[in-house]
């Protein structure tokens, strides 16, 4: 079945950088859409970035300027996280479509456009 592994989170001090990875495995669709969640607990998944087949991007507000999301040639989606706050601190989670492209509100719609998750990797952002 289909495989997401997130690499890359960690603790950093507040206007720092991390780089979040998702590796897909025996993920074969053509046209797909990938997201990076956040979560803390007692809140709502939080859709904050995703991207496209067709390479298309979209960020929530709150991230929006400062996180980056992007592929390289070999499917692996990257989370690169700039000017982190405090408030950044969660657990992520990767995230794809069940081979839908993502769509112009796929933030809005956020975990119901998902059917495949990562196991989520923890960013703590220190003051």
């Known amino acids: 079945q289909v495989q997401l592994v997130e690499s890359g989170g960690g603790s950093v001090q507040s206007g720092g950088s991390l780089r979040l990875s998702c590796a897909a495995s025996?993920?074969?669709?053509?046209?797909?859409?990938m997201g990076w969640f956040r979560q803390t607990p007692g809140l709502a998944r939080e859709a904050i970035a995703a991207?496209?087949?067709?390479?298309?991007t979209s960020y929530a507000d709150s991230v929006k300027g400062r996180f980056t999301i992007s592929q390289d040639n070999a499917k692996i989606t990257y989370l690169q996280m700039d000017s982190l706050k405090p408030d950044d601190t969660a657990m992520y989670f990767c995230a794809a479509s069940r081979g839908r492209n993502c769509g112009p509100t796929i933030i809005q719609y956020g975990a119901r456009g998902f059917g495949y998750w990562g196991q989520g990797t923890q960013v703590t952002v220190s003051p």
């Open positions: 025996r993920y074969t669709y053509s046209s797909y859409c």
């Open positions: 991207i496209g087949s067709d390479g298309s």
